[in-house]
């Protein structure tokens, strides 16, 4: 009993940290996740011959000159397409209100152009008050030196962190395990490594989702001609880490803009066959080859633990979220497996199996 007590105890202390120092903690907590998905990369260079300290370096130099191919072509033409974007909201306001509205009016008879109107108004309204706060916020940041000087600080320490955690990774976690009492150590042992499995198929593996996606939305809807297909392809991809958020506001977003730019109905259905390309890629190539069957997380867990950390502990508990729910889906299972195979499941089974008649005995008695 006092045992279950300190377990509380020490919970309550690890959340309050958590919830105290939730800036604080940001870049240690990226840097961690950052070697844990890093690790196996630096460890397969070492395979080849490298010791550990070229091994990382060699990992953060492949990360650098995706940093830098991303820098100098990927995004230029996302901030090209979003400056073009907001120089067509306009026309595509203009256009939903004389051409689409009266259209929607007379097959359902509902008032679109009102909505359209109101919307409009809304958006104005909230960018002007978007300017004041940039405003403001520039202002404080210029007043306020110093707080500007430790949000850079805390991104700047992200690689520095990840580099030093991954060069002693394997080290720190072997005398991590060598904490744990021993007549614990095959039990804690054996729950890590389903959490590991767990763990590196869904992030390592949704990843890859993710950039796949991202690449076949983008491709797809420039190759059709789509104004801004690479902006809503690699949106699309980045939110797809929660179920089927990508897939939706991808194509939404697309149907509107094909309704916007082009005069027939090719267009949109080439919009569609692009995300149902995506889609069916992701269920039938992307999800089995990449994450397979080890993972368990519902699609309702994630988007659940992704809005519930985010409430609790903002930037940090958004990037927790999906490991803590990946780690507290395994302990789970270990405690229905447990409760199945205990006394109090599996009491007086054969008793009931002798004493209680099968199914139609008592219609054949009769």
Sequence with gaps: MRNSWW????????????????????????????????????????????????????????????????????????????????DAVPGIFAWGENTLAPQVFEWTGYDLRSELINVRETLVENWRDAGGYLAQALGQIGRSGMAFVSWITYVALIPVVTFYLLLDWDRLITNLGNLIPRQWANDVSRLVSRCDEV??????????????????????????????????????????????????????????????????WWGLLGVAAVFTIGQVAESVVLQPKLLGDKIGLHPVAVIFAVLAGGNLFGLTGVLLALPAAAVIMVLLREARDRYISSDLYNADDDHNAHEMPAIGDDRESS
């Design 7 to 86: 377990g509380i105890l020490l919970l309550v202390l690890v959340f309050g940290l958590l919830y105290l120092l939730d800036a604080v903690l940001m870049p240690f907590i990226a840097g961690i996740i950052l070697a844990y998905l890093a690790d196996p990369l630096a460890n397969h260079f070492q395979r080849w011959g490298m010791n550990r300290a070229v091994a990382v370096s060699s990992v953060f130099c492949v990360l650098l000159l995706v940093l830098v191919v991303s820098l100098l072509i990927i995004i230029p033409l996302v901030i090209q397409q979003l400056k073009q974007l907001s």
């Design 199 to 264: 763990l590196a198929s869904f992030l390592r593996g949704q990843l890859l989702v993710m950039l796949c996606l991202g690449i076949i939305y983008a491709s797809g809807l420039t190759l059709i001609g789509l104004d801004f297909g690479l902006l809503i392809g690699v949106v699309s991809g980045l939110v797809s880490i929660v179920p089927f958020l990508g897939f939706i506001l991808g194509l939404c977003v697309a149907l509107i803009v094909a309704l916007f730019q082009f005069d027939t």
